[in-house]
């Protein structure tokens, strides 16, 4: 069965850092563009960031930039976000999604994770 | 970063009717547009890739249209299990942007 599962999520203070876990399995994963996606409950869905499957190419939203890394380890079918300077807006269920296809642009993500929830509060 | 604009936010229909939902694109994005379906408690889940293609499982009442900035999701004869909220992105451009959800409610 094709599954992504996250974990990492908890209760952070403002400033503080977390480090996000997503593993794969049913699929090969090292040939696939993986993203994060996090959603404020009961609010829209923002992409943050994705990562190519060899990990040569990133990218993320300004919002991030500077502050999140995303990373992957293909040997252990793993994705992580780490997640540094985080603040009060970035309270939000983390999920991770895996792009539809593996060759050419990407048009859409076709599995997601159940998601991580990420609370920053003092 | 290219702005989706989705409409209605919201919606109220009956079971059988055919509901459509519109999503435009502050740029043009060609066809790189995807729709999906989220319920309560659940991540999102497929729908519609490349503006017009239907996801392997998903009901063939689904259909998507549109290309360049003018993009709609159709539900032909909505079912108890279609009500959910919705929502389009963008695959065109750096951010993949998503437009803001449209809640289809219970009449």
């Known amino acids: 069965e094709v599954q992504l599962v996250e974990s990492g999520g908890g209760l952070v203070q403002p400033g503080g850092s977390l480090r996000l876990s997503c593993v794969a399995s049913?699929?090969?994963?090292?040939?696939?563009?993986m993203t994060w996606i996090r959603q404020v409950p009961g609010k829209g869905l923002e992409w943050v960031a994705n990562?190519?499957?060899?990990?040569?190419?990133?990218f993320s939203v300004d919002s991030v930039k500077g502050r999140f890394t995303v990373s992957r380890d293909n040997a252990k079918n793993s994705l992580f976000l780490q997640m540094n300077s985080l603040r009060d807006e970035d309270t939000a269920l983390y999920y991770c999604a895996r792009d539809r296809i593996t060759v050419s642009w990407h048009d859409a993500f076709d599995i997601w994770g159940q998601g991580t929830m990420v609370t920053v509060s003092s | 970063a290219i702005q989706l604009t989705q409409s209605p936010s919201s919606l109220s229909a009956s079971v059988g009717d055919r509901v459509t939902i519109t999503c435009r694109a502050s740029?043009?994005?060609?066809?790189?547009l995807a729709w999906y379906q989220q319920k309560p408690g659940k991540p999102p889940k497929l729908l519609i890739y490349d503006a017009s293609s239907l996801e392997s499982g998903v009901p063939s009442r689904f259909s998507g249209s549109g290309s360049g900035t003018d993009f709609t999701l159709t539900i032909n004869s909505l079912q108890p299990e279609d009500f959910a909220t919705y929502y389009c992105?963008?695959?065109?451009?750096?951010?993949?942007?998503f437009g803001g959800g449209t809640n289809v409610e219970i009449k």
């Open positions: 992105q963008q695959f065109n451009s750096y951010p993949l942007t």
């Open positions: 990562i190519k499957g060899d990990g040569s190419e990133k």
């Open positions: 740029q043009v994005i060609s066809s790189v």
């Open positions: 049913g699929f090969t994963f090292s040939t696939y563009w």
